[in-house]
C-alpha cells in the first residue's frame, strides 16, 4: 500500500492547460488582432489562391511526436492556412451557395468552444438558448409555436432528419422495430428535377433508395410542374406505391427557383402527404420586408429545414430543421438508455436534445447565431437579404445588356446563370470556354463562380449570397469574364 501512495505521489500528473498562462494570454491578444486584420481587409486579398509546392507539403509532414511552443504552432497557421481559404468570406465569392461569415459569430465559436458545454441537452444555459435560437427561427417564419426543431450540421442532415419524421409517420407501421422491410407498400417521395442532391442521399440512407424519390418536371421558370405532380401520384398509388411525402424548393440551388409552396401544402393536404419544405437558401426569405411574399405557404409544411449559416451568415457549421408535430418529432429519435437517465435536480434535468435528431454529443451552436441576431437584430438579416436579391436582379440587368453575354435560366432571387457567348462554336467548345473563364477568375483572384447545367445547358452561376458584396464587384465580374472570355477567344483563333 505504502509502495503505491509514494509512486502515485512521484509521478507528474499532466494537464493540457499552459505552465505559462501569461505567454497564452499574449499569443491569444495577436491572434485576436490579426482575426480583425483578417476579415478587415478581405477585400483587399484575393478571392483564392492556388497554393505553393512547399505550402502543399506542409500538409504531408508526420504525426508530431514532440511538443512545439503554441507561437510556433501559430505561425504555421498563419502561414501556411490563413493565406490560402476557400474564399467565401470575400466580397466576390458566390460559387455554389454558402454565407460569408461574421465576426461576432466567429466570437460566438470561440466563446462556445471555451465554455464546452455539450448539447445533447442537459441543465445549462447553453441548453437553453439552444431553445431559444429553434424558438426564434420558427418565430423568424411565421411557423407554429407548438412545433419542434433542432440544431444541426447544415441543411443537407436538416432535410435527412425532416424525411426521416415524414417516413416514420407515413409509413403505416412501426419503422422504429421493424425497419423498412415492414413496409407494406414501398414509400414514394417527390420533389421537382431542381431537387437538392441531399434528398437522394438521404433516401438511400433511409433504405428507401434513390427511385423512391420521383423526379417532377419544372417548367420554364424552374418550378415543380403542379399538374405533373399531381399526375404522378395518381399514377404511383394505382401501380401499388404508397405516396409518403411532397419535398417544395423555397431556392433551388441551381437557379433559386421557389416552386409554387401554397399549392404545394393544398395538394399534400388533399392527398394526405407529408409536407416538407427545402428552405436552405429561400426559408429565410420570410424576413425580408421586400421579398417574403415569395415564400407564402412555407408556414403549412410539415417540415422546413433551413440554413442559418447560408444567410444568417453564421460561420460553418449550422443548420435547422423545424418540425411542426412535435410528438412526431421526438418520437421518431428518442432512446432514453440506461446512462442517459433524466433526474430531477441537477444537470440531468434538462431537456435531452439528443432526442431530436442523430447526434448525441451537440456542440454549441446556438450561441453563434444568437450574438450576431442580438447584434444587428433581424431587421437587418432581413435587409441584408433584400440587398442580395436586388443585387441579382442588378447583375441580371448587366447580363441583359452585355452584347457578349446571355442570361441562361430566369434570376427567381439572388443566382444569376449566365455564359459568355461563343456564337460560331459548338455547345462543348462553349462550355469549355466558360469553364475555363471560371478557372481565371479564380485563378487571378478576381472572382469565384460556379457551373451548372439548367435544363441541358451549361452557365456560369453567380450565387450572391453575401453581405459585403457591392454592385461594384458585380460590375467588375461583368468586365472581367468578358476581358477573359476574349482573351481566350483570341488565344483559340491562334491555335489554343
Ligand atoms: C445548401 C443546400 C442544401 C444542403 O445544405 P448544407 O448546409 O450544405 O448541408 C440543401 N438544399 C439546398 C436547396 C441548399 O441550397
Redesign the pocket.
Known sequence: MEALGTLVGESVEETLDPNDWAEVQALSHRVVDDSIGYVRDVRERPVWQGMPADVRAFFTEPLPRDPSSISAVYADVSEKVMPYPMGNTHPRFWSW?MGSGNFTGALGDFLAAIQGSNLGGGNHAAALMDIQVVNWLKEMLGFHASASGTLVS????A?IIGLTVARNVKAGVDVREHGVAGLEKPLRYYGSDQV?S?HRKGLELLGLGNKALRRIPSDSDLRIDIAALRAAIAEDRAAGFKPACIIG?A???NTGAIDDLAALADLAKEEDLWFHV?G??GALIAIAPGNRHRVAGIERADSIAL?P??WLHAPFEV?CVLVRDHAAHRGTFAVTPEFLEPTPRGIASGTWLHEYGLQTTRGFRALKVWMALREHGIDKFGRLIDQNIAQGRYLTTLVEAHPQLDLVAPTSINIVSFRFRTDGLDTEAGKAINIEIMQRLQEQGIAALSDTTVHGKHCLRAAINNHRTRREDLKLLVDETVRIGSEILAERSKGW
Do not use: A, E, L, Q
Open positions: 451557395y447544415g441543411g443537407s442532415m432535410n437538392h441531399c424548393n431556392g433551388t440551388v427545402d436552405c437558401i440554413d449559416h447560408k443548420g
